[in-house]
């Protein structure tokens, strides 16, 4: 069994793809469920023997891989994967973990090597790290909307303005200030500039190092 979800999230910004190879339906459920609400376009597939074509034939930025399959030993389709992407990051998932698989799975050059059961914040770390490796960005739009918020939220705070103040100065409503502080809204270009204007700091800094 794989432990229960946690509440935070892992921080996605542009949809990456990943593709989920394990005879397992209810692991496959699990993941596509839990990787889709990270904010990833994820793909299932149940039947081991198809996924070489599948990579061969779309692009996935991450494999995540069961070892143990009655069709295929995850290790042989490792290997298939390998001869058509050198590239690709490879998770394997493993309820039998041991030294021989693990020294095989890297000398397959896998992102990772995950023991199950797992918990959801070990599998987002281990997804972060691969990201941070490969160049990959790793945050959500909703994140960086509420980094937007808060950043604009504590600037105010610190001049010692109300909303009713930034309303004056932005000419914006108090209730879209409101709904962008607590990102409940979508800011535009045009709305943060005026934003930026009235705090006297500027545009880049409301992004918080985004």
């Known amino acids: ?32 469920d839990f990787l889709g609400a990270e904010g990833f376009e994820v793909t299932t ?9 599948r990579i061969r034939d779309e692009v996935f930025h991450l494999v995540v891989l069961d070892l143990m399959m009655p069709k ?3 290790l042989d389709l490792l290997a298939n994967i390998r001869a058509v ?20 799975s890297i000398q397959h050059e896998v992102s990772a090597y995950i023991h199950k059961p797992f918990t959801p914040a070990e599998f987002r770390d281990v997804i972060a790290r ?10 959500r739009e909703d994140e960086l909307h509420a ?13 010692g303005l109300t909303l009713k103040q930034m309303a004056r100065r932005t000419n914006l ?13 979508s800011a535009s270009v045009s709305s943060l500039f005026k934003v930026a204007t009235a705090l006297d700091v500027r545009l880049t800094d409301l992004f918080a190092g985004y």
């Open 1 to 32: 069994m794989v432990a229960g979800v946690a509440a935070t999230t892992l921080r996605t910004s542009s949809k990456l793809s990943v593709l989920v190879i394990d005879d397992d339906p209810d692991i496959l459920e699990y993941l596509g």
């Open 45 to 53: 597939l149940g039947d081991p023997t198809l996924a070489v074509e």
């Open 72 to 74: 295929v030993s995850g």
């Open 85 to 104: 992407d050198d590239d690709i990051a490879v998770i394997i998932l493993t309820g039998y973990p041991s030294l021989d698989t693990a020294t095989a």
């Open 130 to 139: 691969i990201a941070k490796k490969k160049g990959l960005v790793l945050r």
């Open 147 to 159: 980094a937007i918020g808060r950043q604009i939220r504590d600037l105010r705070k610190s001049r």
């Open 173 to 185: 409503s108090v209730s879209l200030l409101s709904q962008i502080e607590r990102a409940e809204s």
